[in-house]
């Protein structure tokens, strides 16, 4: 059993901190039958039990810093669904419903978009080109920062510019083991990210320094540890417990980690802030 973290304030009471709202999807059907990125082995065991009792203490964490959490109902045949994070992007109640790169995880799409829909979001929209959500389209303050390389084209980038209004940055992402934007940057608040640059091609580099010049910059063995794969309420960050150096440099920052572990989940490439989907109500 994975033990629950000390108590942290809820987000609620602590200044310049919003209450957020989740989608998280239980690992009911977790398996890695197929490999679409580097992590995945489908010859190595995985125990799904273990897979939920740590999506479990993740749920708990979340809602005991004052978030909620909705829940997608997870589907047989659609191993990959625990992360909800790739199948929409949600900026002022606008759902851009994620279009899948590989047909195995395609039918996540219809699933994200009956439940906005049946929670009743009145802008849902399936996107034309290839994007996987919040994996590869943060929601940066004024921006979305936006990736390509792996998953999600620079056609899509345009597209989520149109839909959901924002401006898009596009960043390229050339390692095949950081192949979601979520696994290589961090948005920490509107203004803040933390990322790691070995990620990232050079003009995506050069733009991110332009942007952020006081980032807080992981090294090699914390990103390994998926440390990028973090959620931040602006102030508390969930991020693997094995990213420690991530964690002095988050506290050094006035940030409050808060160490969660996933190890089933990461033998799908998966982390923390995969499972979670922010729903950024109008
Ligand atoms: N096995 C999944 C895939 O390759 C993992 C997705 C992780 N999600 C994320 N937001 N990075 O698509």
Known sequence: MNALPAPVAPARSAPGVRRRRYLLCPPEHFAVEYAINPWMDPDRPVDRDG????????????RSLGHRVDLLAPRPGLPDMVFTANGATVVDGRVLVARFRHRQRAGESAAHRRWFEAARFRQVRTAAEV????????????????????????AAHQEAERVLGLPVVSLRLTDPRYYHLD?????????RVMYYPDAFAPEARRLLRRLYPD????????????????????????????????????????????????????????????CVLEIRSA
């Not at 897979?51 to 979340?62: D, E, T």
């Not at 696994?183 to 203004?191: F, G, I, K």
């Not at 002095?248 to 996933?262: G, H, I, K, M, T």
């Open 215 to 274: 980032a807080i910059l992981a090294g090699a063995p914390d990103a390994a540890a998926f440390g990028l794969n973090a959620i931040s309420d602006g102030r508390h960050v969930v991020l693997p417990a094995a990213a420690r150096g991530l964690a002095e440099q988050l506290r050094a920052a006035d940030f409050v980690p808060v160490p969660v572990s996933l190890p089933e989940l990461l033998k799908a490439g998966g982390g923390p802030k995969c």
């Open 51 to 62: 897979a939920l009792r740590q999506w479990n203490a993740l749920a708990s964490v979340l």
């Open 131 to 154: 994007n996987e959500g919040e994996g590869d389209l943060l929601v940066a303050g004024p921006r979305i920062l936006a990736a390509s390389g792996f998953r999600t084209t620079t």
């Open 183 to 191: 696994t290589a940057l961090a948005v920490l608040d509107d203004t």
